[in-house]
């Protein structure tokens, strides 16, 4: 976690990088379960990883990522397309082991591209979040937090896991 420009003190931020850190704890999950030759605890982690990954990416896509798309097209275009090819290869675990023998590697190669994907955001999107967005683009991003994120009971694995704010 990056401790130079400040961007940590916003909650959004700090929950987003605190989500990231967990990803990242995720991937070497995988790694760990794939050197194994666990491929049923690999779609496990995976699935766990989307997870994390589905209300973070909402909350990305939908408030943060929009007030910066003016000045950081491309960049955020990219970011967006990173998104739907790591949704992609972690949505083929579903409801079971993907049958594919490619998909290992493919989530392999999807998980590299994550970690590096991670380090983008947090040292480029969240710094400039922090000195672009206003009071009311973080109140939106807060907005789509509290609609995406469920509630601590909606998820048993993670009881007290997620806070939100009274409605």
């Keep these: 976690m990056c401790q130079y420009c400040g961007c940590q003190a916003i909650t959004e931020i700090e929950r987003l990088t605190r989500e990231h850190d967990d990803v990242v704890t995720m991937i070497g999950d995988v790694r760990a379960a794939r050197d194994r030759g666990d491929v049923a605890g690999v779609a496990a982690v995976a699935r766990r990883m989307a997870l994390v990954l ?8 939908q408030a943060l990522f929009p007030p910066l798309a003016d000045e950081f097209p491309d960049h955020v275009a990219n970011l967006v397309s990173e998104h739907r090819l790591i949704e ?6 579903g409801e079971r082991i993907p049958a594919d023998p490619t998909w290992p590697d493919r989530l392999s190669a999807a ?16 710094p ?11 109140e939106a991003v807060q907005a789509v937090r509290d609609r995406v994120t469920p509630d601590p ?11 939100r704010r009274p409605a």
Excluded: N, Y
């Design 153 to 163: 009971g909606d998820r048993p694995d993670e009881p007290d896991r997620v806070s």
């Design 88 to 93: 992609a290869v972690l949505g083929e675990a």
């Design 128 to 138: 400039a979040a922090l000195s672009r967005l206003g009071t009311d683009e973080w």
């Design 54 to 61: 589905g209300p973070h990416t909402a909350v990305e896509e």
């Design 111 to 126: 998980l590299d591209m994550l970690r590096e994907h991670i380090l983008a955001e947090q040292d480029g999107v969240f």
